[in-house]
């Protein structure tokens, strides 16, 4: 998607993320990501708007086109190197009415609060309750959060205010790198939270599981499972294969339970299936199913969440029922949940 939006075409692209003076910036966000979420933030004239993830200043030119030359942008991000970057290339544009500030984009931006809008371009572990109290009362936050405690297991989702207490307007299937405390080396490719197993030889893979609580404190239940992956038993072609992975992704949260886990293999393919202490069972993204055996009762469960996916339609995200559950744990906030929908 190009976009035809006139805001959107104003904003030169490749001046931010492939400017001649920086270089190409590597591992950014996705245009199409971009403009889908600006667009869904529904920005005024004459908004402030809080963003949690510089980037590469693309994001927050995008939005300081929207919000106009009565509006302003703060723009936060945990790396430094970014901040000054996206404030040189603004500038260079005339731009003037981004701030940009190094800062941890949990805690949002205090000193410039309130904000009419918030944009967040990474996954934090949940909605912060800090994101909601910098939030004016009509507010809106367009934010990419967690459905479980999972790396890659997110719904970028449309919050509105109602008498103080945030709800969900609506979801879409997507997502972003995780929030971190400290500035991530482009060449990092373990996740920075929920992985419970991982290994770098012959090279990198780990596993993330549902049921870590039940694992003992040496993590062996989530160390045999990635084992019985990273050797399996048994291979097979899924039947259905093309898959719709992000459809799967989230309704396997739905049919899977405590016993969904994703897992990154040698090979840098991902897999989301059913694991054990002793036994497991994934789909790869290419349609390529590895278990431990063919009688394997991971095999099994994978095979029926599977034909629950096929009978519900392999539904888009409209379908999930999202709702905010409050929690005062080391970070509060808001769990996002999803349920099951209605199959016609």
Same mark, same amino acid.
């Given at each position: 998607m190009t976009t035809a939006d006139p805001l959107h075409a104003s904003v030169p692209e490749q001046f931010y993320v492939h400017n001649p003076d920086r270089g190409e910036t590597l591992h950014r966000s996705a245009a199409e990501a971009i403009h889908r979420d600006v667009t869904a933030l529904k920005v005024r004239e004459g908004d402030h708007v809080? =963003?949690?993830?510089? !980037? *590469?200043?693309?994001? +927050?030119?995008?939005? %300081? #086109?929207?919000?106009? %030359?009565?509006?302003?942008?703060?723009?936060?991000?945990?790396?430094?190197?970014?901040?000054?970057?996206?404030?040189?290339?603004?500038?260079?544009?005339? &731009?003037?009415?981004? #701030?940009?500030?190094?800062?941890?984009?949990?805690?949002?931006?205090?000193?410039? #609060?309130?904000?009419?809008?918030?944009?967040?371009?990474?996954?934090?572990?949940?909605?912060?309750?800090?994101? &909601?109290?910098?939030?004016?009362?009509?507010?809106?936050?367009? #934010?990419?959060?967690?459905?479980?405690?999972?790396?890659?297991?997110?719904? &970028?989702?449309?919050?509105?205010?109602?008498? !103080?207490?945030?709800?969900? =307007?609506?979801?879409?299937? +997507?997502?972003?790198?995780?929030?971190?405390? *400290?500035p991530v080396d482009d060449a990092l490719t373990l996740p920075g939270r929920w992985v419970d197993h991982h290994t770098g030889h012959p090279s990198p893979a780990w596993i993330s599981i549902g049921w870590r609580d039940h694992d003992d404190p040496q993590h062996t239940g989530a160390r045999t499972a990635l084992n019985l992956l990273r050797n399996p038993g048994h291979t097979e072609t899924y039947h259905h294969a093309p898959l719709d992975w992000p459809s799967w992704t989230a309704h396997s949260v739905v049919a899977g339970g405590s016993h969904r886990s994703i897992a990154a293999l040698d090979d840098g393919k991902r897999g989301i299936g059913h694991t054990t202490a002793t036994t497991a069972a994934v789909i790869l993204t290419d349609g390529t199913i590895l278990a431990d055996s063919t009688r394997s009762p991971s095999l099994t469960a994978l095979r029926s969440w599977l034909h629950q996916w096929e009978q519900a339609g392999q539904p888009d995200a409209s379908w999930f029922h999202p709702r905010l559950v409050p929690n005062n744990g080391d970070l509060p906030g808001w769990d996002l949940r999803v349920t099951a929908g209605i199959t016609l």
């Open positions: 809080l =963003e949690i993830g510089t !980037g *590469t200043g693309y994001s +927050g030119a995008l939005l %300081a #086109a929207r919000a106009g %030359a009565t509006g302003r942008v703060t723009s936060i991000d945990i790396s430094a190197h970014l901040v000054d970057w996206a404030d040189r290339l603004h500038r260079q544009r005339g &731009v003037t009415t981004i #701030a940009c500030h190094t800062a941890d984009g949990i805690n949002g931006y205090p000193p410039h #609060a309130p904000y009419q809008r918030i944009a967040a371009w990474c996954a934090p572990p949940r909605l912060p309750r800090a994101w &909601v109290d910098q939030l004016a009362p009509d507010g809106r936050i367009v #934010a990419c959060l967690p459905i479980a405690a999972q790396p890659s297991t997110t719904l &970028v989702t449309t919050i509105a205010l109602t008498a !103080g207490q945030p709800h969900v =307007e609506a979801v879409t299937f +997507g997502g972003y790198a995780q929030s971190t405390a *400290t």
